[in-house]
């Protein structure tokens, strides 16, 4: 399933060389991740890595294929 990743601020590439497996955009104060997540496990994982970076995450949705 494809998801999108809403988190404040924008991430530096640096920061968004921290998840390799979604692309991301900047829009209005906002950075988007967005890709295929296999398994809940993964979308934990995701969300974790966000925490442990300090990121703040706004918002989290599943997106259409």
């Known amino acids: 399933m494809r998801y ?3 988190v ?3 991430l530096s590439e640096t920061l968004a060389k921290a998840f390799p497996e ?3 955009v900047v ?3 906002q950075t988007v991740l967005f890709g295929h ?3 809940e496990a993964h ?3 995701l969300l974790a890595r966000c925490q442990s970076l300090g990121l703040r995450v706004v918002e989290m949705r599943p997106v259409p294929e």
């Open 4 to 6: 999108e990743i809403r």
């Open 8 to 10: 404040e601020g924008h």
């Open 22 to 24: 979604l692309g991301h």
């Open 27 to 29: 829009m209005a104060g």
């Open 37 to 39: 997540v296999v398994d």
């Open 43 to 45: 979308l934990y994982g």
